[in-house]
C-alpha cells in the first residue's frame, strides 16, 4: 500500500482558487488509480474526482464539473487537485486515495485537509 499526505487547504472567498497535492509514498505509485473525495460536517464522503494509473482518464462529480481539474504527475508521486471559482459548498475536508490497478476498493486513504471557503 502506499502512505498518502495531502496539503494545499485553506480558508478562501467564493471564487478564488485552491490547489490541492496529495504525495504517496513509494515506488508503485503508477500502479494506482488516484481519487479525491471530500466530507462536509454532518454529510456522508462523497466523490469528487478521479485519475487512472497514466493520467489519461478523469472523471468528475458533476458539482465539480467544469471548476476543477485532477491530475498527476508519476515521476513526483503526487496527484493534485486544481480547485477554480470555489463556492461556499465546497467546504469540506478533503481526501485522497488510491486504488490498485488489481484492486476494486480505494484501500490507502490520507488524513484529509480541510478547505474553507467564505461567502
Known amino acids: 500500500q502506499v502512505q498518502l499526505v495531502e496539503s494545499g487547504g485553506g480558508l478562501v472567498q467564493a471564487g478564488d482558487s485552491l490547489r490541492l497535492s496529495c504525495a504517496a509514498s513509494?515506488?508503485?505509485?503508477?500502479?494506482?488509480?488516484m481519487g479525491w473525495f471530500r466530507q462536509a460536517p454532518g454529510k456522508e464522503r462523497e466523490f469528487v474526482a478521479a485519475i487512472n494509473q497514466s493520467g489519461s482518464s478523469t472523471n468528475y462529480a458533476d458539482s465539480v464539473k467544469g471548476r476543477f481539474t485532477i491530475a498527476r504527475d508519476n515521476a513526483k508521486n503526487t496527484v493534485y487537485l486544481q480547485m477554480n471559482s470555489l463556492k461556499p459548498e465546497d467546504t469540506a475536508v478533503y481526501y485522497c486515495?488510491?486504488?490498485?490497478?488489481?484492486?476494486?476498493?480505494?484501500?490507502?486513504w490520507g488524513q484529509g485537509t480541510q478547505v474553507t471557503v467564505s461567502s
Open positions: 486515495a488510491a486504488r490498485h490497478m488489481f484492486g476494486t476498493t480505494y484501500s490507502s
Open positions: 513509494g515506488r508503485t505509485f503508477s500502479t494506482y488509480a
